[in-house]
């Protein structure tokens, strides 16, 4: 069986009672016609996108039916247009929209079967550091916040003591003179 909705709007100053006679004749039309009724709602008054037939409000009624025949909605249609409390109304069918659904589930469902199954396994934790800079906090150097250390300078390697020999040096005891630098007056 084929899916129809049958979406209508009425004039909202209709009268409750006769709403709900319009909406007796169609299921009492449906019915008689080898189909089945699967739900009706009633949305109440609305106000609509445009103005239709001066008027900016309208009653919305939504009544979702089954069918094998076509003739069947070509006669609903045919009523929505003859009576004057009808304003506008659409048929939509909705059982294909529901079986490229279905198609498209079921292929999905082939394709993960195909598919080998991936085994998640929990990676390891990664410690966070905390987000402000606490006494007990490490900070790696470079890091903004980092204590920034004075440069190392390395100093030259203490050249080995002189070894004394007899000749090279003078001895303790000897006294060296130098001359002084002339005087200048």
């Known amino acids: 069986m084929r899916i129809y909705e049958e979406l209508f709007i009425l004039r909202p100053d209709a009268v409750e009672e006769e709403i ?25 008054v609305r106000k609509l996108a445009y103005r239709v037939e001066k008027r900016n409000e309208g009653f919305y009624v939504l009544i979702q039916f089954s069918t094998d025949t076509t003739a069947l909605v ?33 292929k999905r469902d082939k394709r ?3 598919k080998p199954q991936m085994v998640l396994t929990p990676a390891p934790a990664i410690p966070v550091a905390p987000a402000l800079p606490s006494e007990h906090a490490v900070i790696a150097p470079g890091q903004p916040g980092a204590p920034v250390a004075a440069p190392v300078v390395h100093a030259a390697p203490a050249a080995p003591a002189p070894v004394e020999t007899a000749d090279a040096a003078p001895a303790a005891s000897e006294t060296v003179e130098t001359a002084a630098p002339p005087a200048v007056e």
């Open 20 to 44: 709900d006679a319009y909406i007796e004749q169609i299921k009492a039309l449906i019915v008689s016609s080898k189909g089945t009724v699967d739900k009706v709602e009633k949305w109440g």
């Open 74 to 106: 070509k006669e609903v249609e045919r009523r929505m247009r003859v009576t004057d409390s009808v304003m506008k109304w659409i048929t939509v069918r909705t059982d294909e929209a529901l079986k490229k659904l279905e198609k498209r589930k079921l």
């Open 112 to 114: 993960a079967k195909r």
